[in-house]
Nanobody, 129 residues
Framework: QVQLAESGGGLVQAGGSLRLSCAVS????????MGWFRQPPGKEREFVAA????????YYIDSVKGRFTISRDNAKNTMYLQVNSLDPDDTAVYYC??????????????????????WGQGTQVTVSS
């Protein structure tokens, strides 16, 4: 099996930055595309960003483009999300997820949570105004 563990969340003032990490353990060779999702208080979980196995393709929702950067280091079995210029609307539990099937390059498969097979427990990001 594959286990994902997020870290790096916390309380930050508006305009601040954080670096979220997602460590992959277990059968790491069974993961391909990876992504970040978030669930704001009282709202549905939403896609934030995703990255292909080789890191050559990245995908973002419009509201985080230019502020968030997704990356991965396969040698360390870790994915990252650098979050800058944080806004109170970014307050949410952030989840990392991984796919067990290579979905190619279509953004549809990376942004849809039903195409992810493994999920972490989440890390809380709270942005104060």
């Amino acid at each position: 099996q594959v286990q994902l563990a997020e870290s790096g969340g916390g309380l930050v003032q508006a305009g601040g930055s954080l670096r979220l990490s997602c460590a992959v353990s277990g059968r790491t060779g069974r993961t391909y595309g990876m992504g970040w999702f978030r669930q704001p208080p009282g709202k549905e979980r939403e896609f934030v960003a995703a990255i292909s196995w080789g890191g050559d393709n990245t995908y973002y929702i419009d509201s985080v483009k230019g502020r968030f950067t997704i990356s991965r280091d396969n040698a360390k079995n870790t994915m990252y999300l650098q979050v800058n210029s944080l806004d109170p609307d970014d307050t949410a539990v952030y989840y990392c997820a991984a796919q067990s099937v290579n979905q190619g390059s279509s953004a549809y498969y990376y942004s849809n949570p039903r195409f992810y097979d493994y999920w972490g427990q989440g890390t809380q990001v709270t942005v104060s105004s």
